[in-house]
């Protein structure tokens, strides 16, 4: 092969290389482009959370309904949930999920023993990776508490946050949990956030929860006798959840470290996908 020729296959090799990264910011432009078409509800509304709740937001917030918040998961890159709700500031710069369990009327006055919650659900990813690994899925590990479980007597809330590394990397992500108790079962709010970001955005999203109620008659003060009693406590919240199921990777090809998993019903943000999509100033 002359050398013309390998001028012109290194100038392709070249150009291929300059090209890579406006491709994968294309894509990003794209999935950005897709999320800011979804039928946001902007507020000042009151946003139903299925038939159980409803949720008063400010004029800088934005819901989601059930549809498009199946969408809006497909387009982070999380297997689609039905029956679930989205809520998020208007810039994106963090989101939650809300989803109800029928479980019927959980009791709350079980102490919550932190380090054996905490060996049990290592205990569980161990398993839970061994399924990851035979789908091809990197696996994930606990590495502890960001936020140790916690219930409020008075909002009926129970709070943690699990720290959590993906395998071979240095990436940190922090899943923070909230469930809600009501009468007939329990409302799931998953916080999805830029873990650098956790704890400012954790206190923002509870003023917005200061806007959340259940509807008349699915108030946990309003249990009756004879109503359906879970077959666990504040406990099993936690633990319930303990199984990693697939996730959707086809963002990964651009995404580099930013990496979506679904793990145990809870969403894990690994690096910060949103930011990677949005920029925590970015205008929705």
Known sequence: MNRTKWQAIAGFMFIG??????????????????????????????????????????????????????RFLTLTGNLPSPNHYAVAPRNLSWFVVFSFDETGYIKDDEKIDADD???????????????????????????????????????????????????????VSVNYSIRILGRMGVMHAILVTDPN???????????????????????????????????????????????????KTGLLKYMGKFIVYIFGGLIALVGGLIKSLFGRRAAA
């Open 117 to 171: 919650v905490l060996n049990k659900l290592r205990a569980g990813t161990a398993r839970n990776n061994e399924e990851r690994k035979r789908r091809g899925i990197r696996p994930i590990y606990l590495d502890g508490w960001a936020v140790k479980p916690h219930y409020d007597e008075q909002t009926k809330r129970l709070e943690w946050g699990t720290r959590l590394t993906a395998d071979n990397t240095d990436e």
């Open 197 to 247: 970001a956790l704890t400012a955005d954790v206190r923002e999203f509870k003023t917005v929860l200061g806007g959340y109620n259940f509807d008349s008659g699915q108030r946990y003060s309003e249990f009756r006798k004879g109503d359906k009693i879970a077959a666990y406590g504040l406990t099993g919240l936690i633990l319930g959840g303990g199984v990693a199921v697939a996730a």
């Open 17 to 70: 290389a300059l090209l890579a990264p406006v491709a994968a910011q294309a894509e990003r432009l794209t999935v950005r482009q897709a999320i800011q078409r979804l039928d946001w509800q902007y507020g000042p509304s009151v946003a139903k959370i299925g038939d159980r709740a409803s949720i008063k937001l400010g004029s800088e917030y934005a819901f989601l309904s059930s549809n498009e918040t199946t």
